[in-house]
């Protein structure tokens, strides 16, 4: 069984930093993509980053130039560093992450950290 626990979420002004962490255990299989998205008060959850085993990395169009997502596969632990915050951010951010296992998809989901930027 895989486990995610996040952390790292909190209140902070418009204009600040923060750094989620999301920590992965279990039987994880070393080429996974780990991602955040983000469910917004009263939205649907919606897409923020993702990162391949591999490095390469995505982001939404809202976050580009302001957020870097990245991972320590030894820690099998995916971060995700939060500059010029910004009172949209607002939301309940969720660690995702996925793996293929004899040609099975698998999608693990924690539960959430919450952040609040204030204007």
């Known amino acids: 069984q895989v486990q995610l626990v996040e952390s790292g979420g909190g209140l902070v002004q418009a204009g600040g930093s923060l750094r989620l962490s999301c920590a992965a255990s279990g039987n994880i299989v070393s080429s996974n993509t780990m991602a955040w998205y983000r469910q917004p008060p009263g939205k649907q959850r919606d897409f923020v980053a993702r990162?391949?085993?591999?490095?390469?990395?995505n982001y939404a169009t809202s976050v580009n130039g302001r957020f870097t997502i990245f991972r320590n596969n030894v820690k099998k632990t995916v971060y995700l560093q939060m500059n010029g915050l910004e009172p949209e951010d607002t939301g309940l951010y969720y660690c995702?992450?996925?793996?293929?296992?004899?040609?099975?998809?698998?999608?693990?989901w924690g539960q959430g950290t919450q952040v609040t930027v204030s204007s």
């Open positions: 990162v391949l085993a591999g490095g390469t990395t």
């Open positions: 995702q992450l996925r793996m293929i296992v004899a040609g099975t998809e698998y999608e693990y």
